[in-house]
């Protein structure tokens, strides 16, 4: 059973900094294509935030490029997100994706964040 374990969330102020953490159990990282974070603010549309795909690729978002970065462990089972120069905008629920590569789709349960002062 494949399980994503988001930590790190919280309050902070803006121009701020977080560090979200996900732990992946359940899938061999070799069958994991890609990797990363999904983030869904109060009735807007989940949108992507930063992503590993297969060959080390990343992909960020246009609205956190610059700000926050994304990095993984060398087994490839956990993956993070450090976000800096936090923006009230950037308040919303960030969770953690996992794609394998049978082309399933797994989710965290979502960790929290609120930029404001």
């Known amino acids: 059973q494949v399980q994503l374990v988001e930590s790190g969330g919280g309050l902070v102020q803006p121009g701020g900094s977080l560090r979200l953490s996900c732990a992946a159990s359940g899938m061999p990282p070799g069958n994991i294509v890609t990797m990363g974070w999904y983030r869904q603010a109060p009735e807007k549309q989940r949108e992507m935030v930063a992503t590993f795909s297969i060959g080390r690729r990343i992909n960020y978002g246009d609205s956190v490029q610059a700000r926050f970065t994304i990095s993984k462990n060398p087994a490839g089972s956990a993956v993070y997100l450090q976000m800096n120069s936090l923006k009230p905008e950037d308040t919303a629920v960030y969770y953690c994706?996992?794609?394998?590569?049978?082309?399933?789709?797994?989710w965290g349960q979502g960790t929290q964040v609120i930029v404001s002062s």
């Open positions: 994706n996992v794609v394998s590569r049978s082309g399933s789709q797994y």
